[in-house]
């Protein structure tokens, strides 16, 4: 079982710049120091780093289950089809989300979801929380996520040539998932792997035993992957992914269904291809380089509706290295179009949206003791709207057209500054911007059937820059590592779509976010120990006028704030993690969400949809789960985790409240219950 380790703060500053604490995510595989990213200052205190043991541990199912050992980041939603991931309370689109470097961007839907991964395909993600540094990538305002897949290389042994895994999960609550992976050396120095999965899932039951409806579907995913080295000091990557999801869903799949509601047979689709370089020449010239494209797609729904986005980029950089300086220094850009209309064409809609960065960043030994890291990143978006109707429902509606041409400048400073061995101080300031970038694929429809609530953009519109300030403090040392973070994130211009008119985008105010972090692992003999406590409050500071009533702050929420935020309780995590002996390991870990009430529906008053506001309360919650792992012989690898073994009746922070006091069917959805989990994978 691998130690437990918070990846971001600087473990040694002896040398210009140390690689130890990155090695430390697996000590037994060793890391060519030229292909790993140096470690952040910015933000440092409150990255993470998930590993493939540890997804492999629990037996993680969907984005949920992926996150759930972080304080920090939570998914709402039950359905895997509607899951969002927030981090302190900004939603996912706020995120700069990629896949071996393929940005995920956008919404089809924006009561669904916009990033889905398998996680037996994951080799290892990378979280920075907030805004950090200028290699962040474009609109990284809440800060950045970074999966990256298996290759041949992480699944063959030393020496072996070819190999093979077959997997069979059975989760009783309630599915079935098989995969299949082939992997091999072409040569001795190039690998390709193949990896097919398939999900069945039926409806869920949650903790009361009810079941929840619409929550069934299938999924597919094919991904082929060759990667190696094409000559002396070149190494490239080419990988295609296939991913399908089918199912009946309802109008609203981030919603509760109720018994007897209608379930829409919908289909999402999305293609990735993604090529990586590397040339590996000397310290100072150490080019990197990413192109993809993405194409992603869904249909259905109550309207048999078809939104389509594609999205292709690139990212190239150098690393320039002395004794105690590093220079990272690229351009990136990326290109994303969206249409959508009736699954049969007869109406088109489309918006298209670029962003060309280019960016720097530095870091200096200015001391042994002390590391400074500083940058700069400049952002050009682009954004271009065309409606194109002539007739919608019956109704004659004007074609209209908007085009926006906006740019901003992001700095970042930090330092990290070790008191003495075991101790080490951080202070970061960062700042990111982001754009008008291209919308909701249905909501570029006009959803309210005669075309007049098609969302257009302001004409003074800006875009959104935060400030994110960061100060942090670690001990490590004697098998204990502990960190504390206090930050403080200022967004303003915050673009939001559905005030002054039906569904124009304007600059509603500034949206605070501020809190305070702290995790900590401890090992001791075979026992792994952990905690992790999280409290955020992210408000809306609305400009004046917005609303009829002037309002000091707003708590943001899931149902008014669909795509921008929402309020959490404070979360603990805390568990151990068992080595019985070198073939069997156990853990348990108990996540407690604090309850929370928060006042509501500000926008619905002033619509004259109801008379008060009303005071949402989110009650606690407390998740105990369990996992085992028994390699069995030496091919054969038993897993067994037991999710929310008390059957714990709740709905998740980060989904939909309950609003049936108010809106009778506005309810978020209520998450699975006990889940008991078996896996068994055979290597050949």
């Known amino acids: 079982m691998k130690k437990r380790v918070f990846i971001g703060a600087v473990c040694t500053l002896s040398s210009a710049f140390s690689y130890a604490q990155v090695q430390a995510v697996d000590e037994t595989k060793p890391v060519e120091t030229a292909a790993v990213e140096k470690i952040s200052v910015v933000g440092a205190a409150t990255n993470l780093s998930i590993t ?17 050992y972080s304080p920090s980041i939570s998914v709402g939603g039950s359905v895997g089809v509607a899951q969002k991931i927030y981090i302190r309370g900004l939603e996912d689109a706020y995120l700069n989300v990629t896949v071996d470097g393929a940005q995920q961007t956008s919404t089809l839907f924006h009561h669904i979801g916009r990033v889905t991964i398998d996680p037996d395909l994951l080799q290892q993600i990378d979280v920075q929380a907030g805004a950090g540094e200028a290699t962040s990538g474009p609109g990284a305002i809440g800060g950045s996520i970074r999966f990256k897949t298996k290759d041949a290389d992480d699944l063959l042994a030393e020496g072996e040539q070819f190999g093979g895994r077959v997997k069979a999960s059975y989760f009783s609550n309630d599915g079935t998932r098989y995969s299949g992976s082939l992997y091999g050396k072409l040569s001795d120095t190039w690998g390709v792997l193949g990896y097919y999965s398939t999900v069945d899932r039926n409806n869920m039951e949650d903790g009361d035993g009810n079941e929840i409806y619409g929550t069934a579907a299938d999924q597919d995913m094919l991904f082929l992957k060759a990667s190696g080295d094409i000559a002396e000091n070149h190494y490239l990557s080419l990988s295609v992914e296939q991913r399908d999801e089918e199912g009946e869903f309802s109008a609203r799949p981030n919603w509760v ?221 004697n098998n204990l590592n502990a960190k504390l973070s206090v930050f403080n994130s200022t967004l303003d211009d915050v673009i939001f779509e559905g005030f002054e008119g039906n569904s124009v985008f ?29 409290t955020a409050d992210t408000e809306l500071d609305p400009r004046d006028g917005l609303y009829s009533v002037d309002y000091s702050s707003i708590d943001l929420n899931g149902y008014e704030f669909v795509g921008l935020g929402n ?106 219950g006990r889940d008991i989990r078996l896996s068994v994978t055979y290597d050949f």
């Open 567 to 672: 309020s959490r309780g404070d979360t603990i995590v805390v568990g151990v993690d068992y080595a019985v002996n070198a073939d069997i390991s156990v853990g348990t870990s108990i996540r407690q969400v604090r309850s929370i009430d928060i006042d509501t529906l500000h926008q619905a008053v002033d619509l004259g949809w109801t008379d008060s506001l009303y005071s949402l309360n989110k009650p606690s919650y407390t998740l105990v789960d369990l996992y085992g792992e028994w390699q069995a012989t030496s091919n054969i690898l038993v897993n067994l985790a037991v999710s929310n073994l008390f059957d714990e009746y709740y709905i998740d922070h980060s989904s939909v409240g309950d609003y049936s006091e108010v809106f009778g069917t506005v309810i978020g959805p209520h998450e699975a």
């Open 257 to 477: 269904v109720l018994e007897g509601a209608a379930l829409y047979p919908s289909e999402a689709e999305r293609d990735t291809y993604v090529a990586n370089y590397r040339f590996a020449h000397s310290d100072m010239v150490y080019l990197e380089a990413t192109a993809y494209q993405t194409d992603s797609s869904f249909q259905g729904g109550r309207f048999n509706w078809l939104a389509e986005i594609d999205t292709y980029g690139f990212d190239i950089r150098n690393t320039s290295e002395t004794a105690n300086h590093k220079f990272v220094y690229g351009v990136d850009y990326r290109s994303d179009e969206v249409e959508s209309g009736p699954a049969a064409g007869a109406v088109e809609n489309a918006e298209e949206s670029s962003v060309m960065g280019i960016y720097a960043q530095g870091y200096s030994n200015i001391t042994p003791e002390l590391l400074l890291s500083y940058g700069v990143r400049y952002d050009d978006y682009d954004f271009q709207q065309r409606i194109l109707l002539e007739e919608y429902y019956g109704t004659p509606v004007t074609d209209s057209e908007a085009s926006l041409d906006d740019s901003e400048l992001s700095f970042n400073i930090g330092v990290a500054y070790q008191l003495t061995e075991a101790w080490t101080l951080g202070l970061g300031y960062a700042e990111a911007a982001r754009g008008k970038e291209i919308g909701d694929g249905f909501t570029i429809d006009g959803y309210l059937y005669d075309g007049s609530d098609i969302p257009v953009v302001a004409d003074d519109l800006v875009p959104e820059t935060v400030q994110n300030i960061e100060v942090s403090i670690e001990y490590s040392a």
């Open 52 to 68: 493939a043991e540890e997804i492999e541990q629990y037996q993680a199912n969907d984005l949920a289950d992926i996150f759930r």
């Open 506 to 534: 304007n600059n509603i105010g500034s949206v605070e976010s501020s809190g305070i972090e702290f995790d900590l692992a401890y090992r001791v003999d075979s026992f792994d120990f952990f905690f992790g406590f999280s």
